[in-house]
């Protein structure tokens, strides 16, 4: 069974930076691509960054090249996401996804807020 287990959320002040965390397990995590998405309320679910199953490839939202980094250690099972230079519209729910044997799975997400 696949489980995603994402931390790292928070409160932070615009500019700040935040590093989330994606534990995987159920499955072969380095045959997987890994995402990761947002929700705001709101808004449409988006597509934030993704990176292959080798590491490379990866793929940034418009909105967030430049300031977020998408990485994964394999040995781990664990996929990050560095946030830096957080704005306010940074704001939403952050979900981790693994993309395995044609299907898209889940995490429960966490809660980044920038705020002043």
């Known amino acids: 069974q696949v489980h995603l287990v994402e931390s790292g959320g928070g409160l932070v002040q615009p500019g700040g930076s935040l590093r989330l965390f994606c534990e995987a397990s159920?499955?072969?995590?380095?045959?997987?691509?890994m995402t990761w998405h947002r929700r705001a309320p709101g808004k449409e679910r988006e597509l934030v960054a993704q990176i292959s199953s080798g590491g490379n490839y990866p793929y940034y939202l418009d909105s967030v090249k430049g300031r977020f980094t998408i990485s994964r250690d394999n040995a781990k099972n664990t996929v990050f996401l560095q946030m830096n230079s957080l704005k306010p519209e940074d704001t939403a729910v952050y979900f981790c996804?693994?993309?395995?044997?044609?299907?898209?799975?889940w995490g429960q997400g966490t809660q980044v807020a920038v705020s002043s």
């Open positions: 996804n693994a993309v395995y044997r044609g299907s898209l799975y």
């Open positions: 159920g499955f072969p995590f380095s045959s997987a691509d």
